[in-house]
């Protein structure tokens, strides 16, 4: 008899049709654990407006336009467009110019939860008023919205029709899991494991191919949607360390009683060894040097910051000596972000299942998890160069 969970099947479903952040407002979803990403976009606050105060103001006449890309459906987004825009407002009232209108897109995958996005949207100020107005008014946003649902590998955008691209906590995903490190002919064959973290070479070069192909279609697209003059700002994890096959707090958050918790799976008769095999986190923390080699191969953006920034723990807890609570954290810390390509994988009771074992791993070594989870974001600032 096959093992429990051997049935669920995504039938080669492309990996962007199928991946978001988990929806929704319960204990597990992104809404309700996405403070510490919260909290690492405001220590970056002022790096961002380092880089809002080198973006050239536009005429007037036409809207100024700023995209979140893999903006999630949690209120960080909402915060970050916030400051984005009433910082160039200040900036077009310093410089005694009229201010333009504002727009705004959320984009992201389309299985993105934008019901629970839009709901979190501040009502636009003054209905039908003038945009002074809306610009003045506190609780109420200062600019148009809409949704852009689709990979930013790609283009999503007319041509010069952006002038601010902006993205956190997003391009360390990557387009797919590399084919080889699920071929079993392969020397890549991530074999007994589910994520990159204390990999053999052969697995962790296919990850950073992946990678470095991922940021340059990223950088191609933008290249050619964005406005003479425009500019960026991405965050994304990063490593300290120059060997790949240390994934830094990405390797403990998707290693460790994440890929335990798999284990007791397979030694339970769960699920079989193919099935955890069959499973790879599509996540990839670069170093510095890697997204500083594409930036400048593919030559459309100059560098105006290219930085390492400590960001400190994904884990948000009110009492740290609470083994429990500890265990909870980074139960649904993993499930809010991976949930929904472990639902997928091996459904719903089996993904249960899962998550109950990370929690109580976690919480049996609560006090070692919270010393060591650190996250490292690598910080870019760029200002486009190539009007072709």
Same mark, same amino acid.
């Given at each position: 008899m096959a093992p429990k969970g051997d049935n669920v099947v995504v039938s080669n479903m492309k990996l962007e049709n199928l991946l978001s952040m988990k929806g929704g407002k319960g204990e597990a979803s992104y809404a309700n654990n996405s403070q510490a990403q919260a909290r690492h976009a405001r220590s970056m606050i002022h790096l961002l407006k380092e880089a809002l105060d080198a973006v050239q103001l536009s005429?007037?006449?036409?809207?100024?336009?700023?995209?979140?890309? @893999?903006?999630?459906? /949690?209120?960080?987004?909402?915060?970050?467009?916030?400051?984005?825009?009433?910082?160039?407002?200040?900036?077009?009232?310093?410089?005694? +110019?009229?201010?333009?209108?504002f727009s705004a897109f959320f984009s992201d995958l389309p299985s993105n939860d934008f019901n629970t996005l839009f709901q979190l949207l501040p009502p636009l100020a003054n209905d039908g008023g003038s945009m002074e107005e809306c610009l003045a008014a506190d609780n109420h946003r200062s600019y148009f919205a809409a949704a852009v649902p689709g990979s930013f590998y790609r283009r999503l955008?007319?041509?010069?029709?952006?002038?601010?691209?902006?993205?956190a906590f997003s391009l360390h995903w990557l387009s797919q899991v590399p084919e080889s490190v699920l071929d079993k002919t392969s020397a890549a064959y991530n074999e007994g494991m589910v994520?990159?973290? $204390?990999?053999?070479?052969?697995?962790?070069?296919?990850?950073?191919?992946?990678?470095?192909?991922?940021?340059?279609?990223?950088?191609?697209?933008?290249?050619?949607?964005?406005?003479?003059? $425009?500019?960026?700002?991405?965050v994304c994890l990063g490593r300290t360390s120059q060997d790949p096959t240390d994934q830094g707090g990405a390797g403990l958050l998707f290693g460790t009683h994440f890929q335990d918790a798999w284990d007791d799976l397979v030694q339970e008769g769960l699920i079989s060894k193919e099935k955890r095999d069959n499973f790879?986190?599509?996540? +990839?923390?670069?170093?510095?040097?890697?997204?500083?080699?594409?930036?400048?191969?593919? /030559?459309?953006? @100059?560098?105006?910051?290219?930085?390492?920034?400590? $960001? @400190?723990?994904?884990?948000?807890?009110?009492?740290?000596?609470?083994?429990?609570?500890? /265990?909870?954290?980074?139960?649904?810390?993993?499930?809010?972000?991976? /949930?929904v390509l472990v639902d997928a994988h091996? $459904?719903?009771?089996?993904?249960?299942?899962?998550?109950?074992?990370?929690?109580?791993?976690?919480?049996?070594?609560?006090?070692?998890?919270?010393?060591?989870?650190?996250?490292?974001?690598?910080?870019?600032s760029l200002s486009f160069t190539a009007a072709t």
């Amino acid at each position: 008899m096959a093992p429990k969970g051997d049935n669920v099947v995504v039938s080669n479903m492309k990996l962007e049709n199928l991946l978001s952040m988990k929806g929704g407002k319960g204990e597990a979803s992104y809404a309700n654990n996405s403070q510490a990403q919260a909290r690492h976009a405001r220590s970056m606050i002022h790096l961002l407006k380092e880089a809002l105060d080198a973006v050239q103001l536009s005429s007037p006449e036409s809207p100024f336009v700023v995209v979140d890309l @893999g903006c999630s459906s /949690g209120s960080n987004t909402i915060f970050v467009v916030d400051a984005i825009i009433k910082h160039m407002t200040k900036r077009y009232e310093a410089a005694g +110019y009229e201010s333009p209108e504002f727009s705004a897109f959320f984009s992201d995958l389309p299985s993105n939860d934008f019901n629970t996005l839009f709901q979190l949207l501040p009502p636009l100020a003054n209905d039908g008023g003038s945009m002074e107005e809306c610009l003045a008014a506190d609780n109420h946003r200062s600019y148009f919205a809409a949704a852009v649902p689709g990979s930013f590998y790609r283009r999503l955008f007319p041509a010069r029709s952006i002038n601010l691209f902006h993205s956190a906590f997003s391009l360390h995903w990557l387009s797919q899991v590399p084919e080889s490190v699920l071929d079993k002919t392969s020397a890549a064959y991530n074999e007994g494991m589910v994520f990159i973290h $204390g990999a053999n070479e052969h697995t962790t070069n296919a990850y950073k191919k992946q990678f470095k192909s991922d940021l340059s279609s990223f950088l191609r697209s933008r290249s050619k949607e964005m406005k003479k003059c $425009g500019s960026m700002f991405l965050v994304c994890l990063g490593r300290t360390s120059q060997d790949p096959t240390d994934q830094g707090g990405a390797g403990l958050l998707f290693g460790t009683h994440f890929q335990d918790a798999w284990d007791d799976l397979v030694q339970e008769g769960l699920i079989s060894k193919e099935k955890r095999d069959n499973f790879n986190i599509p996540v +990839y923390a670069s170093s510095v040097q890697d997204f500083r080699e594409v930036i400048e191969a593919e /030559g459309s953006f @100059g560098i105006n910051k290219l930085e390492l920034f400590k $960001g @400190g723990s994904p884990l948000v807890v009110n009492h740290p000596d609470d083994e429990a609570e500890v /265990g909870l954290a980074l139960a649904n810390s993993c499930r809010s972000v991976a /949930g929904v390509l472990v639902d997928a994988h091996i $459904g719903d009771h089996l993904s249960e299942e899962l998550f109950s074992r990370v929690e109580r791993r976690a919480a049996c070594h609560a006090k070692e998890t919270l010393e060591q989870i650190q996250f490292f974001h690598i910080v870019a600032s760029l200002s486009f160069t190539a009007a072709t």
